[in-house]
């Protein structure tokens, strides 16, 4: 398109163009940074911080039908009820390095002073794990989660 003293000048459409372009890149580094930090996540064993102020782990190593397992209780000592408790269960090796992982799930909600007890398959056979709590939603008065 012609301006009126014979130079170009750039159509709206040119203009969005360039800034689609502009944020498609700015979309594509920032992906770039969630996806490197993703891959550096993975690598590591996370829980929830600071679960130990409203849960005790009370568990044990053992075995049921000749396969190792991990059981015990969820103790809520929080102040409002828990639901959709998950725990990580860790595998060691002799010096304390995790080996192993598996998620298990506490279907049951847990009342303030209540607990709940778990059972789930040993990750691997190291005889030795650590087991943490990785999340959990608190139920709000009136049933909301939180």
């Known amino acids: 398109m012609l301006g009126s003293d014979g130079r170009g000048v750039r159509s709206d459409a040119a203009a969005e163009g360039d800034m689609m372009t502009s944020l498609g890149r700015c979309a594509a580094a920032g992906l770039g940074g969630v996806l490197l930090l993703a891959t550096t996540a993975a690598a590591q064993n996370f829980a929830a911080v600071g679960w130990e102020k ?7 190593a ?11 209780h969820v103790v809520n000592e ?5 639901t959709r408790i998950q725990l990580l269960v860790e595998g060691l090796d002799s010096s304390g390095a995790v080996v192993a992982t598996t998620v298990a799930y506490v279907f049951s909600e847990v009342q303030p002073g209540g607990r709940a007890y ?25 049933g909301d989660h939180r």
């Open 118 to 142: 778990f059972e789930v398959p040993a990750p691997g056979p190291s005889g030795t794990y650590r087991v943490r709590l990785l999340s959990w939603e608190r139920i709000e008065a009136g």
């Open 78 to 82: 929080y102040g409002a009820p828990a």
């Open 54 to 60: 409203f849960f005790r782990l009370e568990w044990e």
């Open 62 to 72: 053992g075995a049921h039908r000749d396969r190792p397992m991990v059981s015990g």
